[in-house]
């Protein structure tokens, strides 16, 4: 346990010596969708299947905490990618705590940091004209699971980065997020989606995650159908993720 | 005590990089490994270490299988030939996060930590980040983390790449202090003046296997003969290029400005070859007769050649010098 805290705090330091690619890249393309595109588009709302009287700002923040999540979730494995490189990986595995501690610690410290990227998001979308009813509940809910959906999500590229050694492949997974969220309610809600793509939307836990998020920020209220899909979805990625991981560290202790 | 029995490694591509290595380590003894680049030195010594598996083969390190690699990294300490270093943490953070992966309580890591930072020279440094260290000191704090949980066996890979003389002295000082309290050091090196004067038992490894083993001294016999040193006048690799278009028995390998021949009658070789670099109008300035050094011996076991031609071996025969003596061939 001990150790788990040593190796948080590191990440986290770390972070903090490194900001540029832990909390400017991830934060720039959201904060421009949350300040400009959400405005270009305001005009999107009259359309039918958003509520009447609503702004885009409102409808679109949780997308944009969405993308800092999944933007911001690759540190993690660029980080362990670098260490496998550097030899301190191995300096890990031949303790007798082991490399897991470290990739956990990682995880946690990428979830933490995504927490309050998604708390800015808010205020600025609120800054934006995003109402917000309920302020504890509803950045709780959006920090909550902006922090879990990274947690899972980021375990792709951890899984990819143990197995290749190589931080580049986790950059090149980076441009995933834009299909995960154009496939989902994200953007626009579930109507205005070509019919084909509605299916997919359905499936995707992140139509749900933003959906639950905007009405935790909005409405100000939990709302129990979106919030279980939502864990539901999260937990399945997890699990997956978590199996390609454990598969990529079987095959570290082979090579 | 570490024991490794048939170890072989093919790496996932496909590369064989250990087709069979037995070693032992007792108990206050300091053992070497040495032989050329790709040879497969890191490779076994990362086995040992539990970095990953062997593909087959069996090894015992601190009484405890490879295969329970969870009892076995409590009781080693390890400096890879790569340091392993994080280039964003400092000295100090670095032995933070070591005392934790081991489990060290704070106040006893706090207290070793300022004897290996006196003891490795570090003191100037522990509160810069290691990306600002030179080679050496990265090796330095490299070492000096391997002895902070105090393991009771030791494994090093190539451990004095980039230590300068004084430091290099220190840390051979610091594993005669080690092998005298009775731990097991397990090293390679390229340095064979080092490996003989540290090294108790040597195992010279070439291509993956073991081609041979025993005390220094055992092995300089082993070579047999003498060694014929020739300072030529000439540009020494031009010589030995004359040489090879005429001489038939034996290359000589080129050492500084020397050539140095392998003779085995110490009468008539050195006549015949004198009179060989008259014929190929070297000037000859100075020439010894010497028993033979780790370097004849290296040369000797694992022929003079580099990584990328596998060349032949000089004896297809694997010597080995038993502990206590005696001879074998297989
Ligand atoms: N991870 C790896 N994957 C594939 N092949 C490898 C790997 N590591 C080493 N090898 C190959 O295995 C062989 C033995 O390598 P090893 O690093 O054990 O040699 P070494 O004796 O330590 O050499 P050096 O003196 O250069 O350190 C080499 O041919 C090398 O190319
Ligand atoms: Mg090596």
Redesign the interface.
Known sequence: MEVALVMYKRALREAKRIPITTVIIPLVLPLFMVTIFAHVFARITSVSGFRSGSQYVAYVAPATILMASMLGSATAAVSTAVEIQTGFFDRMRTSPAGAVPSMLARRFADATRLAVFAIILALVAWAEGMPISNWFLGLLVAAALAALWGLAYGGLALAACVRTGSAELANALLPLFFPILFMSTAFVPLPLLPHWLQGIARWNPASYIADAIRVALIQGRVDGGTIWRAALGIFCVALATQFLIWRAGQWLGRR | MIAATDLTKV??GGRRALIGVSLRVHEGEIVGVVGPNGAGKSTAL?IL?????PSSGTATVCGHDLSDA?SI??C?G?A?Q????????TGH?HF???A????VPRDAAACREARLVERFGLSDHVDQVVGAYSGGTQRRLSLA?ALLHEPKALIFDEPTVGLDPRARRQFMATLRELRDQGHPVLLSTQYLEEANQLCQYLYVIDEGAVVAEGSPADLRAAVGGLAFRVTVGDTVDDVASRVAGTWQSGQPRIDGEQLVFHVSDQIRDPDAILAMLRRVDAEIREYRLVTPDLDDVFIHFTGERSESEPGQRPMDMTVRIQRGGGQRWK
């Open positions: 790496y996932a990362k270490s539990t970095v990953f598996a969870g990294r409590p080693i390890v890879l790569d340091v392993g270093l994080d280039p964003l943490m953070e933070t996060v070591q934790s992966l081991y489990g983390l």
